[in-house]
């Protein structure tokens, strides 16, 4: 009777603490196979203090959050390489039309076999251009590696002006 107490012991505690197989969900056509799980809040945390530096114009603190290589896509499709393209541009679109972003909602996310972490987020963006208030809503999807932002691509739709007060 021990015998059998210890045997049904071991085999309750091994499988308890036997680790769980990441299944992950989704897809990605251009990393055959790979699937991803829900990653790790400081992955969307590396996210916000990026969007603060950027609300705040501080140029030094987006520089030094980009990876060296950093790739930006726009929602037009034009591309920005490098730290100083990137500085180059953000200089430029602060001073023209002034952007300002509230994220409302972000989502990490991790490759099951490739390890690769992202963040998912939206942003509502309110510009000044040429004297008017546009706002748009940006998803941007992220790639974070080794706590720096590395690349990501920008989808905007444009809000439609307020017509409640008309």
């Known amino acids: ?57 501080d140029i030094d603190a987006i520089m030094e959050m980009n990876s060296d290589s950093i790739s930006i896509t726009g929602p037009d499709g034009a591309r920005i390489n490098g730290k100083e393209m990137h500085e180059q541009a953000l200089t430029a679109w602060f001073e023209a039309e002034d952007p300002k972003w509230e994220i409302y909602w972000a989502m990490p996310y991790e490759g099951v076999n490739g390890g690769a972490t992202w963040v998912v987020a939206g942003h509502a963006v309110t510009l000044n251009v040429e004297g008017e208030e546009v706002k748009v809503n940006s998803m941007i999807d992220g790639e974070i590696v080794d706590g720096k932002v590395n690349r990501f691509f920008v989808y905007n739709m444009a809000v439609p002006a307020d017509t409640a007060s008309e």
């Open 1 to 57: 009777m021990r015998k059998l107490f210890i045997l049904i012991f071991a085999v309750t505690f091994t499988a308890c603490n036997a680790p769980a197989e990441q299944v992950g969900a989704g897809f990605f056509t251009y990393d055959e196979g790979e699937k991803y799980v829900v990653g790790s809040d400081d992955i969307t945390d590396v996210w916000v203090k990026y969007i603060d530096a950027h609300n705040n114009r």
